[in-house]
């Protein structure tokens, strides 16, 4: 069974760091894996797919990458800014349609 | 577009009550997926269709809960009776849905659901 784990739980920075937000799994057999960012009392938005034959995406000051023998994805975010404030969730998918989530990562970020 | 729609955002209902979530997938997307969220459990996928069809419901927790999908642009899930238990937010997404093609799922704001 997938298992999906992010590292650290629980985030507080100040304005202006780089963060490293880690995700692993279990099975190392996935298509595809998926950032998402979740604000509080709000939907999840998608911030970066990878597929399982690439090894990272860029989005502006994110950069996300992958891993799939050792089982592990890193989202990078350059430049920390008060904005970037929310819970983000990481997500794998098999060979269906059924995303397997993490536990999320909440980040704060003070000005 | 106005992307995933649910309805209705808050529902608080007493034990044994009858609950409907309503949603509309974004216009031309082929699959579309409900999900709940607690703390304790995270974000879990109940159900999901392509082309109006259930695929996959080995994520509904009881008999307790069904869904379904009359049309391309609606879907319900249904809670009879509700318990306590079902206190969660329920998110909807939507994705094309096309085979062999891995696109992104989009999400609506979620139902936020209080059983007392």
């Known amino acids: 069974k997938q298992e999906v784990t992010q590292i650290p739980a629980a985030l507080s920075v100040p304005e202006g760091e780089n963060l490293v937000l880690n995700c692993s799994f279990t099975?190392?057999?996935?298509?595809?894996l998926q950032w998402f960012r979740q604000d509080p009392g709000k939907g999840l938005t998608s911030l970066l797919l990878i597929q399982s034959s690439q090894r990272e995406q860029t989005s502006g000051r994110l950069n996300a990458s992958l891993d799939k023998s050792s089982g592990r994805s890193t989202l990078y975010i350059a430049a920390s800014q008060p904005g970037d404030s929310a819970t983000y969730l990481c997500?794998?998918?098999?060979?269906?349609?059924?995303?397997?989530f993490g536990t999320g990562t909440r980040l704060q970020v003070f000005p | 577009d106005a992307g995933v729609i649910q309805s209705p955002r808050h529902e608080v209902t007493e034990m044994g009550q009858e609950v409907t979530l309503r949603c509309k997938p974004i216009s031309g997307h082929n699959s579309l997926f409900w999900y709940r969220q607690t703390m304790m459990r995270g974000l879990e996928l109940l159900i999901y269709?392509?082309?109006?069809?259930?695929?996959?419901d080995s994520g509904m927790p009881e008999d307790r809960f069904s869904a379904k999908m009359p049309n391309a642009s609606f879907s319900t899930l249904k809670i009879q009776p509700s318990e306590p238990r079902d206190s969660a937010v329920y998110f909807c997404a939507s994705s094309l849905g096309l085979a062999g093609i891995q696109e992104t799922q989009y999400f609506g704001p979620g139902t936020r659901l209080l059983v007392l």
């Open positions: 997500a794998v998918r098999r060979n269906t349609d059924k995303l397997i």
């Open positions: 269709f392509n082309n109006n069809v259930p695929i996959d």
């Open positions: 099975d190392s057999a996935i298509y595809n």
